[in-house]
Each structure stands twice: as structure tokens, then as C-alpha cells.
């Protein structure tokens, strides 16, 4: 399973950007996706996860209310859309992909990541 993440930028204060991630390669096998994110001198943290039918979702305390994850699989992407932007929010975003294959072994996956810089 190869991840391209995509629509990080620079935007303001309060400012709204969405990110994207396609997925290809073994796609069927792709259980849950999510966003991470790795703040500058800091280690790698979960933003949001969504499952494999997109029924259920779970989000960081710092991104519930602002940020909402959807998926499409016909489509094999993740979406993270971000309100209210913060400076806080500055971060390299990856996008992940969990797999099981048919024989149970499980693999995860992650996208090159984007920068998301929030700065007036």
C-alpha cells in the first residue's frame, strides 16, 4: 500500500485547510486510516482515525470540535478537514493506513507527510 498525502500550506489564524491522502497498491486490505501529526521538536501524535466503513471516529482532545476525518473508498482516500487553525496546529501531517490481509498478517502504512504552517 503506497499513501500520497496532499493540501498542506501556510494559512492564518482561524484559517481552514483540508488535506488529502490517496491510497494505492493492496487498497482492499486497508482496515482504519488516520492523520498524525509531528509538531516541530516533537514526537509524532495521533490527530484523528476513521474505520474501515467510516462509522466510527476518534479524534485528540486538541482536534475535536475543529477537525473532521471522512473517507471514501470507492475512491481509497481520507480526508482531514481543519477549522479554526491554530499556531498550535503547525505540524508535518501524515496519513496512515492500517491493513490485514487475508492471512491475518496486519501492516501500516504511511503517506510522505505535508507541512501545515499556521502563522499571521
Known amino acids: 500500500v503506497q499513501l500520497q498525502a496532499f493540501g498542506g500550506g501556510l494559512v492564518q489564524p482561524g484559517g481552514s485547510l483540508r488535506l488529502d491522502c490517496t491510497a494505492s497498491g493492496m487498497t482492499f486490505f486497508i482496515n482504519a486510516m488516520g492523520w498524525y501529526r509531528q509538531p516541530p521538536g516533537k514526537q509524532r501524535e495521533l490527530v484523528a482515525t476513521?474505520?474501515?466503513?467510516?462509522?466510527?471516529?476518534n479524534y485528540a482532545d486538541s482536534a475535536k470540535g475543529r477537525f473532521t476525518i471522512s473517507r471514501d473508498n470507492a475512491e481509497d482516500t481520507v480526508h482531514l478537514h481543519m477549522n479554526s487553525l491554530e499556531p498550535e496546529d503547525t505540524a508535518v501531517y501524515y496519513c496512515?493506513?492500517?491493513?490485514?490481509?487475508?492471512?491475518?498478517?496486519?501492516?501500516?502504512?504511511w503517506g510522505q507527510g505535508t507541512q501545515v504552517t499556521v502563522s499571521s
Open positions: 496512515n493506513a492500517a491493513v490485514i490481509y487475508a492471512t491475518g498478517a496486519k501492516g501500516d502504512y
Open positions: 476513521i474505520s474501515k466503513s467510516g462509522g466510527s471516529t
